[in-house]
């Protein structure tokens, strides 16, 4: 896959794949290409040659590449983003009803008119947010579904964001450097939290600086530098690659 901005080429010749049910990070200097990568998944960008293409639940190949972000995310691929992407004036619960919005069949009309077909999807849909909040214990209690977003933490934040892509049903998971900005407690909380999407079933993709974190979560890291794959293996193999040593790590790395 190939992206180019003018004479920039953000990303050079990338072949990437993922496995259902596994974690995949992300890793490279910054301005490596990886956000744009994730721009080119979620379809916020398209790219210049290659294809994107998503196996469906019946082993078809579905091609993403042409299709607008809300039509990505109806088909499976939700992402979080590094400005923790949320509707600050909206409570928590109705922020994970709106992420449900993709998945929605009910028109204008019956909501309007309160339809009997509107009453139980809108049942089943405050049933299921309260099922993803659940997710997240100790966090989104029910004395909180009222709480605003604006007044939530910086790292519950990035919980309800993850939980307003959680709420759409997507098979595959895009978390844009999901420990940024948090202290080394929030930080462990929040790996805990990731591989139980995984040991859920979901498949993730993460972007995200902090090694410690990586090493702890990946089943498997990708490492991008100017624009190019340099290395995709367990975490062990690609933390003694020269070449992401040279380009990425530097010599005096220390993991700890």
């Not at 100790?138 to 519950?156: D, T, V, Y």
């Not at 420990?179 to 407690?185: D, E, F, K, T």
Request: glycine share 10%.
């Amino acid at each position: 896959m190939v992206k180019r901005f003018g004479g920039l080429t953000a990303v050079d010749g990338v072949d990437f794949h993922i496995d259902q049910g596994e974690i995949v990070s992300l890793i490279g200097p910054n301005g490596s290409g990886k956000t744009t990568f994730f721009h080119l998944l979620s379809g916020f960008h398209q790219p210049d040659e290659g294809a994107i293409r998503l196996r469906l639940a019946d082993s078809a190949w579905l091609p993403l590449a042409g299709l607008k972000p809300h039509e990505v995310r109806r088909h499976g691929l939700a992402r979080t983003f590094q400005t923790r992407e949320i509707f600050p004036e909206m409570t928590v619960l109705d922020s994970v009803l709106a992420g449900m919005h993709p998945t929605l069949r009910a028109g204008f009309l019956p909501s309007i008119l309160g339809l009997a077909g509107f009453r139980r999807e809108e049942k089943a849909a405050h049933d299921k947010a309260v099922a993803v909040l659940g997710i997240f214990p100790g966090r989104f209690g029910r004395e909180r579904w009222g709480q605003h977003a604006r007044s939530l933490s910086f790292a519950n934040r990035c919980r309800l964001e993850i939980a307003m892509c959680l709420a759409a049903d997507p098979r595959i998971l895009l978390i844009d450097e999901p420990a940024a900005g948090m202290n080394p407690v929030e930080r462990v909380e929040i790996m805990e939290t990731l591989k139980d999407l995984r040991d859920r079933g979901y498949t993730l993709v993460v972007v995200e600086h902090n090694m410690r974190l990586v090493m702890g979560l990946s089943d498997r890291i990708v490492v991008f530098d100017r624009g190019r794959k340099i290395a995709d293996g367990p975490p062990a193999a690609v933390i003694d690659d020269p070449k992401v040593a040279e380009a990425y790590l530097g010599t005096n790395y220390d993991v700890a």
